[in-house]
Structure formats: structure tokens, C-alpha cells
């Protein structure tokens, strides 16, 4: 089931070795230069999976624009925690929901839940992107929470802020954010359109 979960990891495309540092520009002062905040977090993902551990791991909140390699750094990591041997769960935040959905109301895909809640890392990538409803505010909860009361560690991707999530998906699961989770502000232009364009 967990296999299935996460199937559609590019996880050959995306390790800390070609991350490449050129794309953000050294520019600005200390705290809103891009290529220093992004040396900063490269090198914090790096210790994150160099010293992952399902019992003590923190839970990640990765915010910024599109295009400034969330994903990217996210699947370096999750590559890393496969390597020493522990099962990850990686899955759009769309997708994951659509997999809860279909085995509550459908039975598709039984176990699906229970491989979320109890992996040794879940990681929800571009929450945001999907149409925010009742039951998926309501499933978030639950997968936030319930990590947390059992400390299973949660990296979540999502361009929005974090009062943009409050509007969204309510305070409750804006506060659980803020008190449980390590949050990194990325910064810089979109890489994607730079290798497009030749910028």
C-alpha cells in the first residue's frame, strides 16, 4: 500500500547533489538574500535526512512561491529516508485527499488512511493546489493531529502563508503549524521559468 501511496515519487530527478545554488541570486540583506536563505536550508535538509528517525524527527512546513524547489528538496530527503531503510508516504495534497475520499465512500484502496497516519514520514506536497471543502479541512485535521499526538514526522509543501492557511483550512490547523512544525521560507525567483527562459 505504501508503494502504491507514493508511486508517482521522481525521486531519481531530485537528490541535494543537483540542487543547484546558482539559480538564486546574492542579493539583498542577510535575511532576504535568496541564495544565503537557501544555502540555510539546503544545508538544514541535508542534516534532516542525514539523521531521520521516526520517533524523534521534527515536522517540516516548506512555504514559498512556486518554482524555488520544494519538491525538489523534499524528495532529497524522502530518497535519503528510503536509503536507510524506512517507509515513506509522498503524495499530492489533491491526490492524498482524493485516496481518503474514494476508500471512505467507495472502499477503493483500503488501508490507504492507515498507511498516512502510521508511515514512517508523510510527506503532503503543494497543499493549496486542491479545492479546499468540508472534508478535506476536516481530513487534514486529522492527519496533523493524529501525527502529531503520536510524534510521526510530517513534511508539508504549500506556496500559501500561513494566514493564508488559517483562511483556508481554519485557525486550528494554522496553530497546530506554528507550534509543531519547523517552517522554512523559501526565496527566490521561479527556477523553473530561469531554465525556460535562459534568465
Do not use: W
Request: proline fraction near 3%.
Amino acid at each position: 500500500m505504501i508503494s502504491e501511496l507514493s508511486k508517482q515519487m521522481p525521486l531519481f530527478s531530485c537528490t541535494f547533489e543537483n540542487f543547484d545554488l546558482k539559480y538564486y541570486k546574492d542579493n539583498g540583506k542577510e535575511a532576504e538574500n535568496p541564495k544565503k536563505r537557501m544555502t540555510s536550508i539546503l544545508m538544514k535538509c541535508r542534516e534532516y535526512a542525514e539523521n531521520f528517525d521516526p520517533e524523534t524527527s521534527k515536522n517540516l512546513l516548506f512555504l514559498g512561491n512556486t518554482g524555488l524547489g520544494k519538491t525538489h528538496l523534499t524528495l532529497a530527503i524522502v530518497s535519503k529516508v528510503i536509503e536507510k531503510g524506512y517507509l515513506p508516504v509522498y503524495s499530492s495534497a489533491e491526490n492524498l485527499f482524493s485516496m481518503i475520499e474514494k476508500e471512505k465512500f467507495a472502499g477503493e484502496g483500503i488501508g490507504s488512511c492507515d498507511s498516512i497516519l502510521n508511515c514512517d514520514l508523510l510527506v503532503i506536497d503543494d497543499l493549496g493546489a486542491e479545492m479546499a471543502t468540508n472534508f478535506t479541512k476536516s481530513v487534514l485535521y486529522n492527519i496533523v493531529n493524529t501525527r502529531i499526538l503520536s510524534s510521526k514526522p510530517t513534511i508539508i509543501n504549500t506556496n500559501l502563508s500561513i494566514k493564508e492557511i488559517e483562511n483556508i483550512y481554519t485557525a486550528r490547523i494554522a496553530s497546530r503549524f506554528i507550534g509543531n512544525y519547523e517552517a522554512y521560507k523559501f526565496l527566490g525567483d521561479d527556477i523553473r521559468q530561469i531554465k525556460v527562459l535562459g534568465e
